[in-house]
């Protein structure tokens, strides 16, 4: 079992950023793909960006792409994204995922099929 823990999240301007964390436990953390969804009142819930397990490879929604970034501190066990130029349209309960690298797991992370989800963070952005 791998749990993850979110922290971050808040109320924000429009304009403004935040930078979320997850902190993971369990497992070995460098064994896995992590990746960030959220998911908006009355929305399903969606790819943000993921991180492989080494680092070395990033994917982004468009909605973040050249605001959000997401790296990783795999001696903290901690993944993070960073969210600048922050919109209303961001607002959502934003999720940690991870999946186990394998064949086929970094496709499947970022269709929404990880192996664990944390608990979320609240994100609220005003206009």
């Known amino acids: 079992q791998v749990q993850l823990v979110e922290s971050g999240g808040g109320l924000v301007q429009a304009g403004g950023s935040l930078r979320l964390s997850c902190a993971a436990s369990g497992r070995t953390f460098s064994n896995y793909h992590m990746g960030w969804f959220r998911q908006a009142p009355g929305k399903e819930r969606e790819f943000v960006a993921a991180?492989?397990?080494?680092?070395?490879?990033?994917s982004y929604a468009d909605s973040g792409k050249g605001r959000f970034t997401i790296s990783r501190d795999n001696a903290k066990n901690t993944v993070y994204l960073q969210m600048n130029s922050l919109k209303p349209e961001d607002t959502a309960v934003y999720f940690c995922?991870?999946?186990?690298?394998?064949?086929?797991?970094?496709?499947?992370?970022?269709?929404?099929?990880?192996?664990?989800w944390g608990q979320g963070t609240q994100v609220t952005v005003s206009s």
């Open positions: 995922a991870a999946r186990q690298f394998s064949a086929g797991s970094w496709t499947l992370l970022r269709n929404a099929r990880p192996s664990y």
């Open positions: 991180i492989r397990w080494n680092g070395d490879d990033t």
